[in-house]
Structures are given as structure tokens and as C-alpha cells.
């Protein structure tokens, strides 16, 4: 075990956050992540963000739903040696899962190392390994935050930026066949409970406007615990016409203030208090919606 993996092999365990929402991204592009930690930093009394496994990668469907297959063990699947490639966005990839870390292996890290031609493996070499070993132990890491949310007796929120829809103008292919309620059986199969929402936000930008948008919830559909939002955003980091990844902070806080609402009303309050006190019968003693 290299000194990388070590660091990120400690036991870690979920914020002791009682009452409070839990709340995820499950990729996409690394937007969600950034829009979910500057609304909680915002709202600290009521939501907890968790860094999670998708955070900082490139995930298809088919990648997601590799990751969510009960029994994962992202240190013996993710990146092992001889199972990478350059993806189509000169990043590297691991061949087993499909997820793109387009930030630890970016392209410029790839092209240091020598790999710089699009969709080619990569074969096992010292040090390309010892990097993909550094970017594993990290998923690692915070694929246990997502893991530890199979024993959380309260709600929690997965987040799924599904850009500007399907097919992706940079990756076209990476979600098709996806669906709201594949992604949510995905989940609940994963967790082993249905104490969890979806809120699934496609976006359409508008280039050139600098002012926020007076209502960027273009529009919202709700099936159950899942919520599906086309949400307006501005070009850029607020508007910026940069481009940025964190994108439009106020349309982002717009939507999720809507999807927060809706989770943490007083039923769900009751809901989460008799959880706490009946842990493990959570699911018999009131019925999720």
C-alpha cells in the first residue's frame, strides 16, 4: 500500500449532523458538488454536504450504475493497472467502471506522462500507476460516505446534473438510457432502504446575460421522491461567460431551496425524529412517501 492509499484508507464516519439533510452529488460533471457545498454554507442549520465519490469525475450512466452495484469495492475495480485509457476528453479513464477523472488525471498530467492519443489504453507503468493509485485511494475515500448512508435513519438528497440533456455535445453518449427511475432503483438496490430523494437538474444557459434570472426554475416535475428540474442558468461562473465549471450559483440555490422544501416539510420532521428513536425499524413504523 502506497502512502497515498494509506492516507485515504483511514475509517471515516458520517458528520454527527442529527435533523439535518444529508446531501450528495451523483455526478454527471463536477458542477454539483460545487453548487451543493455553496448552498450549505449558506443554509448551515439544516443541510450537511458530503463529499462523495462523483464529486470530482466524469460520470456516465453506465458509470453510475457500475459504481452502484451492492458489493463495489472501488479498491480492487477503479483504476487498476492495465485496465485505463485516455478518454475522449484527453483525461485519464478507467476501462472497468467507465468514470473519467478529468481532474486528478487531467489532460495535462496525462500529456506529462506521455499519453496524449484519444481513446488508447494504458499500459502499467510505475509512474502512471502511482497516480491512478492516488486518484483510487481518494474515490475510496468518499465512496464510504456513500456507503455509511445504507445505516443514516434520516433523509438524505442525491443530486444529478444531467447538463444540458441527452445526447452531451462533448460526450453523447453518456446519458443514454438514463432515466429518473433507473437511477433511483440503482440507488435504492445500492442502499438497501428508500430513505433518499432525487433531484435530477437539467440546464439551459443563456449566453451573453450577466443578471440572474428572476425565475430560473424553467420547469419542475416531482414523481414521488424523485424531482426532476429544467433549470434556466447564465453562461459561465454567474454569469461570467467564462468557461467555469462551477456555473450559475443563484439558479443552483434556486432549485435545490425548492427540492429542500419540499423533503424537510413537517411530515418529513416527524418522519426523522421517529427514525432516530426507532433505528433499524425505521421502515415499519412510517411508510416512506
Known amino acids: 500500500m502506497t502512502a497515498s492509499q494509506a492516507t485515504y484508507s483511514a475509517a471515516t464516519t458520517l458528520p454527527d449532523q442529527a435533523g439535518k439533510l444529508q446531501v450528495m452529488s451523483l455526478g454527471g460533471w463536477c458542477r454539483p458538488a460545487h453548487q451543493i457545498h455553496h448552498f450549505a454554507a449558506q443554509h448551515p442549520h439544516t443541510i450537511t454536504p458530503l463529499r462523495g465519490p462523483f464529486d470530482w469525475t466524469i460520470t456516465p450512466f453506465t458509470a453510475l450504475q457500475a459504481c452502484l452495484v451492492p458489493g463495489f469495492v472501488p479498491q480492487t475495480t477503479v483504476l487498476q493497472p492495465g485496465r485505463c485509457h485516455v478518454s475522449t476528453l484527453a483525461s485519464g479513464a478507467c476501462s472497468t467502471t467507465g468514470m473519467i477523472f478529468h481532474h486528478r488525471l487531467e489532460p495535462k498530467v496525462m500529456r506529462a506522462l ?14 502512471f500507476d502511482a497516480v491512478a493509485a492516488d486518484a483510487r485511494g481518494r474515490f475510496a475515500h468518499t465512496y464510504r460516505h456513500l456507503s455509511q448512508l445504507k445505516d443514516h435513519p434520516g433523509e438524505s438528497l442525491f443530486v444529478r446534473w444531467r447538463r444540458q440533456g441527452h445526447p452531451d455535445e462533448h460526450l453523447p453518449s453518456a446519458f443514454a438510457g438514463e ?16 430513505r433518499f430523494h432525487l433531484l435530477t437538474i437539467v440546464t439551459h444557459v443563456t449566453p451573453q446575460r450577466t443578471d440572474p434570472f428572476d425565475d430560473p426554475v424553467q420547469s419542475w416535475h416531482r414523481s414521488g421522491r424523485s424531482m426532476t428540474c429544467h433549470l434556466r442558468e447564465r453562461a459561465g461562473w454567474n454569469g461570467d461567460q467564462t468557461p467555469n465549471f462551477k456555473g450559475d450559483e443563484a439558479s443552483w440555490g434556486a432549485a435545490l431551496q425548492q427540492a429542500v422544501a419540499q423533503i424537510t416539510g413537517p411530515s418529513t420532521g416527524v418522519r426523522q425524529g421517529l427514525a432516530r428513536l426507532f433505528t433499524g425499524r425505521y421502515r415499519s413504523v412510517i411508510p416512506p412517501r
Open 114 to 127: 506521455g499519453h496524449d492519443q484519444l481513446d488508447m489504453p494504458i499500459p502499467s507503468a510505475p509512474e
Open 179 to 194: 432515466t429518473e427511475a433507473r437511477v433511483m432503483r440503482s440507488l435504492r438496490r445500492f442502499l438497501g432502504h428508500k
